[in-house]
């Protein structure tokens, strides 16, 4: 092999890891074998070690990695330091002349200025085939030369990130040792893309399984969109399994500015299968071919772009199960925490540490992270089961985990600390616990319903008392319907809001306002629509600030001591009145529809004005808010306490949101896993104000319901009928025990009635 810097990939193969790394030298070996490899140049791992060594840069910057990784702190400025050391440094001439000439060369065989991607390979010197996959940075859709050279320069600092430098120390490799390749390769400005398992990734069986989705394959990579997925076995080439994702957001070149931009995926296209057959056997053969290449099965990263595929990298898979011996039995707990969704799961764990590492997460792994944020639903979603070390019962974790079925454990506090990556657990949803290996825990037949797939199949008992079901994710709408469920009591619109690749008012920024609308409008109208004519109690913004903060375009979102008692709500839209006019259109757009079975909820009122002024808003915007129910949440004991003025403003219902009702009652945060313990749904002070409400909406004809946490508990579900509730909206996992519960309850009552007057 050439000793030269800069090299073509074509010039490169397998014996090159040292060289190229191993991304540098599969792509060379793929080329070599003429498979659809887009060309380009590798600047090699040796041109930057001369960069290090012929600036003098070497011991300034190996001294500033040695620091204790442990401490976040010291961590992030050593990662500032260390790179801006790199970015400070001259490129030697003769490296940054030959990767000018390489560029050139790549512009004049395509007769224009090239559009490519800037990769990291990184490699060890002494262990040459050591995966540091995943921790170094990508720059896609770059142009010019002298922004190659700065993608190059930034490809080597991303050597020097937090997280690369804290896995070395943690996995004993001397920082001096590992070196980084920087491939810069034509970019496929691809239609659709995606990855590809040419054997069954934990079985190893001849079955290929293939993900895709619209726009560039980073979507599918970091698993931020829910992909299409194809299963194909390979003995008779057909295609076994296929099923279709909802496909929100596509990665893709702004054709303006060359940029990589998130966006929308068109409407015709969210819910259209991303490959044809045709497509699917073409690159199945591609995965035998490369598998046949290396002789083991192979994890490849794929685009299509006019009907062309290309293949953009191909690495073993390393999850195939070899015959194993008999795994020792689990026995005690390593990390206790809160049952926050029942179930029992087995499987890996996966550490997320930020968003750019979700493709980790795989079928049937185990999420575990500190908390989980929006962005991590599709993620969720192939997770068999969620560990956290932060939350509580009614954190957003436990929701979203609850409404996709996934067994989850929240407010372990470490962990992230005690969980390795690739450590195989038991999670116990129901107790809270987390076993080290393979547990055996009978399992309630109840319990042990597939994930997303409920069976309703018994008769379903009437109840004089409504059961309705919470929703906060689109994606939950068909588990929500298959329970029968009599409505749905709270659809909590942040969660959709927080799913959109954008923050709102960076749409309204845009000038996107009418985009963001019918965002909201199509969100909204999956599950209006799914429960026509039952009602639907769709509650206005309760956004989170923190978590809203991180959305894109989120940096103007207050910083506030404590966001629980601060800037959401009702109050909120009544600041931010441009949001809530967004809120009203779409409203008003849902009823132009025809939905005529949505209600209006109004969350964290804690004076009549409120509702009074919320109602005046609406009114003054269009919305015939006489035609509809309007309600409001009773969340705050100041609410609770004067229903009766809020009964004197108008309202058709009231509906208990227990979950704040009890943290502002009892002075605990309800996501502070330190007061976890003294957060009690059932205090008696709680039952006083919920007693007090019902009385007082009773006597005015107004109906009451619940759609917090502890209306999911059947024991409380049975004291509500006992008091009168008009009706109780359950999580999904439990519509149908509340319902027995609402069922008997009511039978008790009346046979308690009729004794009762026999006896007079
Ligand atoms: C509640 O507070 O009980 C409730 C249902 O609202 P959220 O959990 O969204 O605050
Ligand atoms: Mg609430």
Not at 119 to 125: V, W
Not at 251 to 265: A, C, E, Q, R
Not at 721 to 744: C, K, Y
Request: net charge negative.
């Amino acid at each position: 092999m050439t000793e030269d810097s800069v090299v073509w990939l074509e010039e490169v193969g397998k014996e090159d890891i040292a060289i190229v790394g191993g991304k540098g030298a599969s792509l060379g070996e793929m080329l070599r074998a003429e498979l659809p490899v887009p060309t380009g140049f590798a600047v090699t791992a040796q041109a930057f070690r001369r960069f290090i060594d012929e600036t003098g840069i070497n011991d300034e910057l190996f001294g500033s990695l040695e620091v204790d990784v442990d401490n976040a702190d010291i961590l992030r400025n050593a990662e500032k330091k260390a790179k801006k050391i790199i970015m400070d440094a001259k490129m030697p001439l003769d490296i940054e002349n030959s990767i000018r000439s390489k560029y050139r060369e790549m512009c004049k065989k395509e007769n224009e200025e090239v559009f490519v991607a800037v990769r990291s390979s990184a490699t060890a010197e002494d262990l040459p085939d050591a995966s540091f996959a995943g921790q170094q940075d990508t720059f896609l859709n770059m142009r010019g030369e002298q922004n190659i050279i700065d993608a190059v320069k930034k490809c080597w600092a991303s050597l020097y990130g937090a997280r690369a430098i804290y896995y070395r120390v943690k996995q004993g490799f001397d920082h001096r040792k590992v070196n980084l390749c920087a491939v810069v390769q034509m970019m496929v400005d691809a239609e659709k893309a995606g990855v590809m398992f040419s054997s069954h990734p934990s079985s190893g069986e001849p079955l290929t399984i293939i993900e895709g989705a619209w726009g560039l394959g980073e979507t599918v990579v970091s698993g931020s969109v829910s992909p299409d997925y194809y299963m194909v076995d390979r003995n008779s080439k057909t295609i076994k399994e296929r099923k279709v994702a909802t496909k929100n957001i596509m990665h893709t070149k702004d054709p303006k500015t060359g940029k990589t931009i998130d966006l929308p995926v068109p409407s015709d296209k969210k819910n259209a299968k991303v490959l044809d057959d045709d497509e699917i056997l073409k690159l199945v053969e591609f995965g035998e071919l490369l598998e046949d290449l290396y002789g083991i099965p192979q994890d490849i990263e794929w685009a299509i772009k006019n009907k062309e595929i290309f293949i953009l990298q191909s690495r073993p898979i390393t999850t195939i199960k070899k015959k194993e011996p008999k795994e020792k039995a689990a026995t005690t707990a390593i990390l206790e925490g809160l049952g926050a969704s029942p179930g029992i799961a087995y499987g890996q764990a996966k550490l997320i540490v930020d968003s750019s590492e979700l493709g980790k997460v795989k079928d049937g792994d185990i999420l575990v992270a500190v908390m989980t944020t929006p962005d991590m639903v599709p993620a969720m979603k192939r997770a068999a089961a969620i560990v956290t070390d932060e939350g509580g019962l009614t954190c957003h974790a436990a929701i979203v985990s609850r409404e996709l079925g996934c067994p989850a454990v929240v407010g372990t506090r470490k962990a992230t600390e005690i969980l390795t990556d690739g450590m195989k657990i038991t999670v116990d949803g129901e107790k809270g616990l987390v076993f080290e290996g393979k547990k055996e825990i009978a399992v309630p037949e109840a319990a042990q319903k597939e994930k997303s797939v409920i069976s309703f199949a018994k008769s379903k008992p009437v109840t004089a008392t409504e059961v309705k079901v919470n929703v906060s994710i689109p994606e939950a709408t068909a588990r929500a319907v298959e329970t029968q469920a009599d409505g749905v009591g709270l659809l909590r619109i942040e969660h959709m809001i927080l799913g959109l690749p954008k923050h709102p008012k960076q749409y309204i920024k845009e000038g996107k306002a009418d985009e963001y609308v019918e965002e909201l409008v199509s969100r909204i109208q999956t599950v209006v629509d799914a429960f026509y004519p039952k009602p639907v109690w769709v509650r206005t913004l309760d956004a989170p600030t923190d978590e809203f903060r991180a959305m894109e375009g989120g940096e103007g979102e207050p910083i506030e001591p404590n966001p629980m008692l601060g800037y959401r709500g009702i109050r909120r839209d009544l600041i931010d009145t441009e949001h809530f006019e967004l809120e009203v259109r779409a409203f008003k757009e849902l009823i132009k529809r025809g939905y005529n079975n949505m209600g209006i909820m109004i969350p964290l009122v804690q004076h009549p004005s409120e509702l009074r002024r919320a109602k005046e808003f609406m009114r003054n915007n269009g919305l015939d808010i006489d035609k509809i129910d309007i309600g409001i949440m009773v969340e705050i004991p100041a609410a609770a306490l004067i229903i009766d003025q809020f009964l004197a403003e108008g309202l058709n219902f009231v509906s208990f949101g227990t979950n704040d009702l009890t943290q502002y009652t009892l002075a605990v945060d309800r996501n502070n896993e330190h007061v976890a313990h003294l957060y009690n749904e059932l205090h008696p002070a709680i039952m006083k104000l919920i007693e007090h409400v019902i009385i007082e909406c009773n006597k005015a004809g107004v109906k009451t319901s619940i759609c917090g946490q502890a209306g999911s508990n059947p024991r409380v579900a049975k004291r509500l009928v006992e008091l009168g509730i008009t009706s109780i909206s359950a999580n999904i996992d439990a519509v149908e025990t509340v319902r027995d519960m609402v069922a008997r309850t009511e039978m008790q009552l009346l046979l308690k009635g009729a004794r009762e007057k026999k006896n007079s």
